[in-house]
């Protein structure tokens, strides 16, 4: 397209007009800025602008050493800080080459599917808001909180843990762990049939959901999107399946990828349902045997990777999260780069989005989950 | 003169003034105002125990406590917050439309102030005794949306303006509803007069028993039909959080932002009240209990004027928020078609006597 085209295109009709959604908007939930151009509540185009929450957490990696760049992954995707701390450290060892212990791999997939749980359950809760129900907000972090503390327990903080180290976890499981983690999956399976209840078969909630911002299959593969989002479109991508790290290398875990073929906003919102029962069947049949073992294999004191590029993804709440590493020999990275789920599931917004109403807008962005740090990083 | 019944409580108050003080036309002007005064505080306690009852309704389904610092149980929280709002700081835009900005939050709270008027609290508890009281309530109470139209407007502000527009068109389209399933239940009564329509449920029983199928439907549809008026959940397009901010009031705030909260409160208030008015015996004591004395007439209508507030105030923390073109469709599609059924199937029942006698 020429430049003369190109300003036409981008030039609104005069019955159109520009509204910002955010950097401060209760729907976005963080600084995202949406460029709206609506047509009285039909929405033509959606540009997201990014970069208000941009820390140049890649570029500070490049200055840090190894052990230290898990610090910051914490801070991207919060909602799943462990899973990303978990990839950095698998992406290392696989650099050193260091075989970490069954228990440690245990571990670290509980605590990952924990950590799955909580984003899920605090997605349900914002979900539900967002589409003006507000009691749910309540109900998810009602139930949240007893995965807080269980990681307070163990790790000392609820949120940015730091759990996973170069060559295993920072602290063994407190002697609670197991009887808090199971008896906290008794208590979530008697009250998730009561997210149903609230949510679910309500007949508002799902005429707001079925058939709103539909997602081809083709489009999902060709948009990038992965985990939930893409899932909902018939797009089996988990890499718990296709490329199993940590337990699900070690040992065949029963657990079922849902998928549903109709790529709106209600297979999403199904998918993520689903996969919270996964995650407790995952654990249920890991909780029982954890493996005696070291929880840290020796490293030295400054770890320094040998020479090449390194990749991992493992699967996060929000889908595929990749982390490369580019290593000249030196204690700190040359390069680091990390795939980040939101960002790519985000990108299929405006795709989405065009010729629906603007609180379908809201319903979208509810169940694409977006995390903004994970966006702009 | 206005008022009719010869021992209504407001009558006594302006005799008192003009006859008893013998105080002449002066006395009753003073006791007029005395009554608007009296009607005044009413309505604002009211409106501000409704805020609180609404948060304490609010926090016992989701699993909270609700406000409990500011006096025994957080009974003076939503003083608290009244008189914050009156002394904050008056602020706007620059680019809004002066006049219509600041006319704007006017309109809803006099609306539902005039509206008011006209309620039965008890045999001698009315002031306003009008032959066309059921038309003067849907009449006047619509007139609120126009403040809400103005306020979206004068804003110059985008958000305001959506919210204005869906409220407005929300509000015109369930008016209709409103005002057909109260039609239906005049044909029961033959009145528009609110103590008339009170009269015939006195002998034969609550009009929703006595209508049964379509008193059934048609208070279905007027409670469906009044939340949207009120713009509460699941019908609060208009202020939807969370894809307009605050909706048509994002510019307002201080005493102009309480006129528009206040006056929701109160306009669920008359929706109760009307509800409560034409389908459950208003005044009446169920079963006649304590043969209906005077003094616990007032009693009876706030109770049941209450049970209705806390209906609605389930809904709204029950449900999500409909779409706009959902609203529309709900309202243009359903509601009004088996609306006019209805009315057919109540005519042809009042014409045909199959209305249930009481007691049975």
Redesign the interface.
Same mark, same amino acid.
Not at chain 2, 61 to 64: D, E, T, V
């Given at each position: 397209m020429d430049y003369e085209a190109q300003i036409k295109k981008n030039q609104f009709r005069t019955d159109e007009?520009k509204?910002n959604m955010g950097p401060q908007? /209760?729907?976005t939930h963080g600084v995202l800025r949406l460029n709206l151009t609506i047509d009285g509540?039909i929405i033509k185009r959606v540009e997201p602008d990014l970069g208000y929450i941009h820390r140049g957490i890649e570029k500070m990696c490049e200055y840090d050493s190894y052990p230290q760049i898990i610090h910051l992954t914490d801070r991207m995707d919060y909602l799943s800080s462990h899973n990303n701390n978990e990839a950095v450290a698998l992406a290392i060892e696989k650099a050193l080459e260091i075989e970490v212990s069954d228990r440690v791999k245990y571990i670290r997939t509980i605590v990952g599917e924990l950590t799955r749980m909580a984003s899920h359950q605090l997605w349900w809760a914002v979900t539900?808001?967002? #589409?003006?129900? =507000?009691?749910s907000?309540?109900?998810g972090f $009602?139930d949240r909180e007893l995965i807080n503390d269980i990681f307070e327990e163990t790790c000392g903080a609820r949120l940015t843990m730091n759990y996973s180290v170069p060559g295993g976890i920072r602290y063994d499981i407190h002697e609670n762990f197991v009887q808090r983690v199971k008896d906290f999956i008794v208590h979530l399976r008697s009250k998730l049939p009561e997210y149903d209840q =609230? &949510?679910t078969g309500?007949v508002?909630?799902e005429? @707001?959901m079925k058939g709103v911002g539909v997602l081809s299959k083709e489009d999902a593969i060709s948009y990038g999107v992965s985990g939930p989002v893409a899932r909902a479109s018939g797009v089996a991508s988990d890499i718990r399946k296709i490329k199993p790290y940590s337990a699900f290398a070690l040992k065949d875990i029963d657990f079922k990828e849902p998928l549903y073929t109709e790529g709106d906003a209600y297979s999403r919102y199904k998918v993520r349902i689903d996969e919270m029962w996964e995650s407790m069947n995952i654990i249920e049949q890991l909780i029982d045997n954890i493996p005696e073992g070291n929880i840290k294999e020796p490293t030295k004191a400054v770890i320094k990777l040998p020479k090449g590029e390194f990749y991992q993804r493992v699967e996060t709440a929000r889908g595929e999260l990749g982390v490369y590493i580019n290593s000249d020999g030196k204690k700190n990275p040359y390069r680091v780069k990390f795939r980040s789920p939101g960002f790519s599931n985000l990108s299929a917004l405006d795709h989405m989005a065009v010729g629906s109403? &603007?609180?379908? #807008?809201?319903a979208m962005m509810a169940t694409l989950d977006l995390v903004v740090p994970d966006i702009d990083r | 003169m206005i008022i009719a019944s010869t021992n209504n409580f407001f009558t006594e108050i302006i005799s008192f003034f003009s006859d008893g003080l013998g105080w002449g036309f002066g006395g009753e002007i003073l006791g007029y105002t005395a009554i608007a005064v009296i009607y005044l505080i009413f309505f604002a306690v009211a409106g501000l125990y409704l805020v609180l009852m609404e948060r304490k309704v609010?926090a016992w389904?989701? &699993? $909270?406590i609700g406000p409990n610092r500011v006096g025994p149980w957080g009974l003076l929280q939503t003083i608290g917050d009244a008189i914050k709002l009156v002394t904050k700081e008056l602020t706007g835009t620059i680019k809004a439309d002066k006049f219509l900005y600041n006319l704007a939050p006017y309109f809803p709270i006099v609306a539902a102030l005039i509206s008011i008027s006209v309620f039965a609290f008890g045999e001698s508890f009315q002031v306003f005794d009008i032959n066309i009281g059921i038309f003067f309530l849907t009449a006047v109470s619509s007139i609120g949306v126009i403040g809400i139209l103005l306020g979206g407007w004068a804003s110059n502000n985008?958000?305001a303006l959506?919210g204005a527009m @869906?409220s407005g068109v929300q509000v015109i389209s369930y008016e209709l509803s409103v005002g057909l399933s109260l039609l239906t239940m005049v044909l029961l009564t033959g009145s528009l007069q609110l103590s008339e329509i009170i009269e015939v449920q006195r002998t034969g029983g609550w009009l929703i028993y006595q209508g049964h199928i379509p008193a059934i439907i048609a208070f279905m549809i007027y409670m469906i039909s009044g939340t949207a008026e009120t713009n509460r959940? /699941?019908f609060? #397009?208009i202020e939807?959080?969370?894809? =307009?901010?605050a909706g048509y009031h994002t510019e307002y705030s201080g005493m102009k932002f309480a006129y528009f909260f206040l006056a929701e409160f109160i306009n669920m208030f008359i929706i109760a009240a009307i509800a409560v008015t034409v389908f459950f015996g208003g005044w009446l004591a169920p079963f006649d209990l304590f043969d209906n004395v005077w003094f616990l007439q007032p009693v009876w209508f706030i109770l049941k004027v209450g049970m209705i507030i806390v209906l609605m105030m389930f809904f709204r923390?029950?449900? /999500? $928020? #409909? $779409?706009?073109?959902?609203v529309l469709t709900l309202e243009w599609k359903y509601l009004l078609p088996l609306n006019l059924m209805n009315i057919v199937l109540m005519a042809i029942m009042v014409w045909a006597g199959f209305t249930l006698p009481w007691p049975f």
């Open positions: 007009y509204i908007h /209760p729907a509540e539900g808001m967002d #589409l003006g129900a =507000l009691t907000y309540f109900y $009602r =609230l &949510l309500n508002i909630f005429k @707001r109403k &603007l609180g379908d #807008l809201v | 609010a389904i989701q &699993l $909270r985008k958000f959506i @869906r959940a /699941p609060d #397009l939807a959080e969370s894809e =307009l901010g923390w029950t449900y /999500p $928020r #409909l $779409r706009i073109d959902q």
